[in-house]
């Protein structure tokens, strides 16, 4: 099925030059006042403020767009759940990624336990339409706790060293998470997280 195209109606700049600005945004840790800049380099005078709208409106749309195909019988998940400061709260970020390093879904969650464990591989399976060849962790009890009782004949694999490519998918929220000086709402998180893994551009501003 294709997919709409992204509208830019009313908007003063093409399409390629917001589709640029809001993959610097995401994609490395610059604040919006540094993209102002980088731009205006290139001869483009955009204010730091029309940056923050086009993150705003069109980051999840170009998010969508960048989903990856349809799940594979033979992938393996890579589980792993980071602290993250909210409003000055504790939140726990919980984030699945495939074999190839894709994110495949993320919760945030106040607790880290067996039940916030489960409520990740449910949504996981109702979204990938089924289970994977292997799940992989660190040490932490639950996520063995939570697929005894959800998907018991898959294989685990607890070990941290085997856990990379989930642990280092978070490096990108880190990196944003200082230069914004934390989270003040859970909106901003979700904003960032939806592009935090954002790779290329090919199509998106179609």
């Known amino acids: 099925m294709s997919q709409s195209p992204v509208?830019?109606?009313?908007?003063?700049?093409?399409?390629?030059?917001?589709a640029h600005a809001v993959w610097l945004y995401f994609r490395f840790p610059l604040s919006l006042r540094l993209v102002e800049e980088m731009l205006l380099e290139r001869g483009i005078d955009v204010s730091y403020e029309s940056i923050r709208c086009w993150a705003k409106k069109f980051g999840p749309v170009y998010a969508r767009r960048l989903r990856r195909k349809a799940p594979n019988p033979t992938d393996v998940w890579h589980l792993d759940e980071v602290v993250v400061t909210i409003g000055g709260r504790k939140h726990w970020l919980w984030r699945a990624v495939d074999q190839d390093g894709y994110v495949l879904d993320e919760i945030v969650q106040v607790r880290r336990n067996t039940k916030a464990a489960k409520r990740l591989l449910i949504r996981l399976m109702s979204k990938q339409g089924g289970v994977p060849k292997r799940i992989v962790t660190d040490k932490l009890g639950s996520y063995g706790a939570a697929r005894r009782q959800i998907m018991p004949a898959v294989e685990h694999r607890s070990h941290k060293g085997l856990n990379n490519r989930a642990e280092n998918s978070h490096l990108p929220l880190r990196k944003r998470e200082r230069v914004m000086q934390r989270f003040r709402s859970a909106g901003a998180l979700h904003r960032l997280r939806a592009l935090a893994h954002w790779k290329g551009m090919a199509g998106i501003a179609a």
Do not use: A, G
């Open 7 to 18: 509208r830019y109606k009313r908007h003063r700049f093409p399409s390629f030059v917001i």
